[in-house]
C-alpha cells in the first residue's frame, strides 16, 4: 500500500522525473540546483531517482578503480 502511494507521488510530482531524467544524462549541475529548491532528501527518496544518482556514481567512480 505504501509502496502505491509512493509510484503515484512520484508519478504525480515532474519536478522527481526531471531530476531522475537529468542524472540519467549525468548533468549533476542541474540536478543539483532542482534539488536545492526541494525539501531536504525529498527528491533522493524516490527510488527511480536514487538508482539514477547510484548508476552517475558508478559512471564516475569506475574510471578512478580502474587505475
Do not use: I, S
Amino acid at each position: 500500500m505504501v509502496c502505491c502511494f509512493l509510484m503515484l507521488q512520484y508519478a504525480a510530482n515532474q519536478k522527481f522525473g526531471l531530476c531522475e531524467a537529468l542524472l540519467k544524462v549525468g548533468d549533476w549541475n542541474h540536478a543539483r540546483q532542482l534539488t536545492k529548491r526541494l525539501p531536504e532528501h525529498c527528491v533522493f527518496e524516490q527510488p527511480p531517482v536514487a538508482r539514477a544518482l547510484c548508476q552517475l556514481l558508478h559512471a564516475v567512480m569506475e574510471p578512478v578503480y580502474r587505475k
